[in-house]
């Protein structure tokens, strides 16, 4: 059994800075990306920063510039490096995980950490 566990929400000021943190452990084979979406009250959840097993990044226009992913291999670890948060920036956090066990492509989800940004 494959599990993601996400650390690193909490509540700051407008401008401030957090830093998330998702890591994976059980039977993975291999990752093929992990990622990170949000989902505010009252919104479906959406996507946030996704990084490949090569280490491309890709981001949501409403963050780029202000939110930097990176990934540790080694510990099947992703961080999130959240700077210039906004109030609108306020969702829970869920972590997400593509990868292959040995019964083939599975994704997994995190339990979610909640941010807050305070105006």
């Known amino acids: 059994q494959v599990q993601l566990v996400e650390s690193g929400g909490g509540l700051v000021q407008a401008g401030g800075s957090l830093t998330l943190s998702c890591a994976a452990s059980g039977s993975i084979v291999s990752i093929n990306a992990m990622g990170w979406f949000r989902q505010a009250p009252g919104k479906q959840r959406e996507w946030v920063v996704g990084?490949?097993?090569?280490?491309?990044?890709n981001y949501a226009d409403s963050v780029k510039g202000r939110f930097t992913i990176s990934r540790d291999n080694a510990k099947s670890t992703v961080v999130l490096q959240m700077n210039s948060l906004k109030p609108e920036d306020t969702a829970v956090y869920y972590c997400k995980l593509d990868a292959r066990g040995h019964r083939g492509y599975f994704e997994v989800w995190g339990q979610g950490t909640l941010v807050t940004v305070s105006s």
């Open positions: 990084i490949t097993s090569g280490g491309r990044t």
